[in-house]
C-alpha cells in the first residue's frame, strides 16, 4: 500500500519582533496578511488559531488578548483565503472552528495526504486538524488492516495521527468518528456483512 502520511512542519521564518501596537497599525495590513498567506500555502489546511498564534510569535508577541485576535480574524479575512467550518461537538457554526486552505479546490472530497508529528513530537490539537485529512488517515487505516470494525478503525486512526488517548469522550475520537462518517459520504469506504470497513476500489 501507499502511505498518505507526511510529517507536520510549521512555517518556522524568523522575523523581526513587533510590539502589539505595531501589529494593529493598519500601515502594516499589506505585509501581515501576506504572511498568513504564507502561513497556510506551507501548513494548510490549517486552523484559525494555529495561524494567530504562529503569527504572533513569529513576531515576538507574547501576550495574546481580544484586540489582537480581532486583528488576526481581520488579517485571515483580509487574506481572502478559502475556509470550511468544523466542530466536533455538534453542528452549531457559532462554536465551529474555522480551517484556512490554501485553495478553493483543496476545501472539497478527501486530502490527498496527512501529518503526523515529529518524532517525539505532540500532536496537533485535534479541533485544528481538518475531517478532510483525518479521512485519509481512516482509509489508509482501514487498507493497512484489511479492514476493521468502525470503533476500531476511529481508534487506529487516531493513534495514527499521533494521539495516545483515544476514549471517547476525547476531542481525537469525536474527531476520528466524523472523518469516518465523511469518508462514508465521500464514498472512499465499504462495509461487508460483517460489519469490517475497508477502502473503496478508486480510494486504494
Known sequence: MTSHAQTYRRLGVALKPMTAEVFCDPLYTKALTELVIKIV?????????????????????TKNSAKLKARCDYLVRNSRLPFTLQNLDGEDDTEATRIL?????????????????????????ASDIAVQEAARTVIDIAEEQLGLPKQSLIT?????????????????????????????????????????????????
Request: glycine share 6%.
Open 41 to 61: 500555502q506551507a501548513e494548510s489546511p490549517v486552523s484559525f488559531d494555529v495561524v494567530s498564534a504562529e503569527m504572533l510569535e513569529m513576531l515576538g508577541i
Open 156 to 204: 487506529e486512526t487516531a493513534k495514527a495521527l499521533g494521539f495516545a488517548r483515544t476514549a471517547s469522550t476525547t476531542d481525537c475520537y469525536k474527531l476520528c468518528e466524523k472523518a469516518v462518517d465523511y469518508a462514508f459520504n465521500q464514498d472512499a469506504l465499504s462495509v461487508d456483512d460483517n460489519g469490517f470497513i475497508t477502502p473503496s476500489n478508486s480510494y486504494v
Open 101 to 125: 486552505w490554501a485553495d478553493q479546490d483543496s476545501t472539497y472530497g478527501i486530502c490527498p495526504f496527512y501529518r503526523v508529528p515529529v518524532i517525539g513530537g505532540k500532536p496537533r490539537k
